[in-house]
């Protein structure tokens, strides 16, 4: 039995919080980052990380789609701003 009162199987021991922010700031890292976050998110360790590494990856991606949306309304609201001054 652990600190936390669990004694079940290692693969499904629960994340300590400090785990999570670990993992979070271990995540950010910009290449490093990514590729421990794949690993993590296929591996057949613990699966709470396995599932906080599929999460993250998921947020990366809601992430992308939002950047690349506001970029593209940004860029094309400044090619019609443009096109509008031309006499």
């Known amino acids: 039995m652990d600190?936390?009162?669990?004694s079940g199987p290692e693969?499904?021991?629960p994340l300590s919080p400090w785990a999570y922010f670990?993992?979070?700031?271990?995540?950010?890292?910009?290449?490093?980052?990514?590729?421990?976050?794949?690993?993590?998110s296929l591996s057949d360790g613990n699966i709470n990380?396995?599932?906080?590494?599929?999460?993250?990856?998921?947020?990366?991606?809601?992430?992308?789609i939002i950047m690349l949306f506001l970029l593209f309304t940004g860029a094309l609201a400044?090619?019609?701003e443009s096109l509008s001054y031309r006499y």
Do not use: D, E, Q
């Open 49 to 64: 990380r396995k599932n906080f590494a599929r999460s993250y990856f998921c947020a990366l991606v809601i992430l992308l």
């Open 78 to 80: 400044g090619i019609t």
């Open 22 to 40: 670990g993992y979070t700031i271990l995540f950010s890292i910009p290449l490093v980052g990514f590729i421990l976050l794949i690993v993590f």
């Open 11 to 13: 693969r499904f021991r």
């Open 3 to 6: 600190k936390y009162g669990y």
